[in-house]
């Protein structure tokens, strides 16, 4: 057994917080599954049409290419540059392997993004030794899973510091910030450095002389308390290497099931903005039935080169058919579009509900067409999203799906 395995009571964290994030992950995935990309300088888009990359690879970035950067400006820093369109799919099929993986160590795992989770291995300290090892094993699972991934891990006692410590080496990085040594590390950290301060959060900090995580101790908690309630209390203590902020690692019953998707700039042929509504009621109309819940309110909104126009909420028949919500798209369109140059369509469910299964089975009014869409719906997730699909979105999108930031490898945030 490891020397490390067995620990003196006085060598156990009292609370031990190991964050994983993978290493330019979506690039990385690229590189291993074509070898011929491998030490290349890649980006990743949204479709080979996409004009914004959304990740590079560490020899992208080596050439000053970064996330949001026009593929244009990435050209002329990079000539070599190669650009490569997203896979949603494979990304989140290596996430869910990756989330499988860390819950042989703990089932006290927080999955904060499709490349990072927070792991609480505090009560398995005795059992399989020091943060610092486990952090070693929980780098070597990854690989192990991944075949060959990388990623940079922190450990320290508390969630914002175990992020920080993550970051400070990149890539495949192991940063180690004890508890009692948290609050000395972050004295001259910047306070926009931590997780969860924004610009708004950090201006109102440095408008009352907080710049670096030090300077907190002279800012009363109760400054802080007043303006953003729990959340500003949890920003003082985080500053000090003591957030108190817990794993989390709940699921609730979602309060809306949505979806949008960006269409080509300047589109006023009302023809495509229908097949992009259709699209997005099929997408809704479908997850809701994956995951047995159907609503009765939708909101339907365009976004136009004036902005967003005031979008509807509709209230109907309890529903999860993709017809009955492409029906409120276009009465939304008769009533509100004049022409407008629309740029991104969004539908979204709210406060969808769990099917009750005794209505479904013999109340139904059209027990035909729940069978009709149980069928369409295995054959779809056997083969492929709209395999068997309404004609018309044979013209949808070729656009590829985007993770949602709330993704998760299991229930209904498992979605693209």
């Known amino acids: 057994m490891h020397k490390h395995a067995y620990m003196r009571r006085d060598e156990v964290w009292k609370r031990a917080i190991i964050l994983v994030d993978m290493n330019a992950f979506f690039a990385s995935i690229e590189q291993l599954d074509f070898p011929e990309l491998q030490g290349q300088p890649i980006g990743i888009t949204n479709g080979w049409d996409g004009t914004t990359i959304i990740t590079s690879s560490y020899e992208a970035r080596a050439y000053g290419v970064k996330t949001g950067m026009r593929v244009k400006e990435a050209k002329v820093l990079c000539n070599d540059f190669i650009q490569r369109p997203s896979r949603p799919k494979r990304y989140t099929e290596i996430s869910s392997r990756i989330m499988a993986g860390l819950i042989e160590f703990t089932p006290d795992i927080e999955v904060f993004s499709v490349d990072e989770a927070f792991l609480d291995v505090t009560q398995c300290q005795r059992l399989l030794g020091a943060p610092s090892y486990i952090a070693e094993l929980v780098r070597q699972k990854v690989a192990n899973v991944s075949n060959g991934l990388l990623c940079s891990i922190g450990v320290s006692g508390d969630k914002t510091t175990a992020k920080y410590a993550a970051k400070l080496k990149k890539p495949n990085g192991l940063t180690i910030i004890p508890p009692w040594e948290a609050r000395k590390v972050l004295q001259n950290v910047p306070v926009k450095k931590l997780c969860g301060i924004a610009e708004g959060i950090g201006s109102f900090l440095g408008d009352r002389g907080v710049y670096v995580c030090g300077d907190m101790e002279k800012l009363p908690i109760g400054v802080l308390a007043k303006r953003f309630g729990n959340l500003g209390r949890r920003i003082w203590f985080m500053a000090q290497g003591l957030d108190p902020q817990k794993i989390d690692t709940s699921i609730p019953i979602p309060k809306s099931i949505g979806h949008g998707k960006v269409l080509p700039p300047n589109t006023i042929d009302i023809n495509t903005i229908q097949i992009f509504l259709l699209h997005m009621s ?135």
Not at 337 to 356: C, H, M, N, S
Request: charged share 25%.
């Open 282 to 416: 099929e997408k809704v109309a479908g997850r809701l039935r994956r995951h047995r819940f159907d609503a009765q309110r939708f909101l339907v909104g365009l976004k136009t080169n004036h902005g967003w126009l005031k979008t509807k909420l509709y209230t109907v028949t309890t529903t999860n058919d993709g017809r009955d919500i492409y029906q409120l798209c276009l009465i939304f369109l008769r009533k509100n579009w004049r022409g407008e140059r629309v740029y991104q369509v969004q539908i979204t469910a709210l406060d969808p509900r769990p099917i009750k299964q005794q209505l479904e089975l013999f109340l139904s009014s059209e027990p035909e067409r729940t069978n009709l869409y149980a069928a369409i719906d295995e054959i779809n997730q056997r083969y492929g999203e709209f395999c068997v699909s309404p004609a018309r979105l044979i013209n949808r999108s070729k656009m590829p799906n985007v993770i949602a930031p709330a993704w998760k490898p299991f229930g209904h945030r498992q979605s693209v």
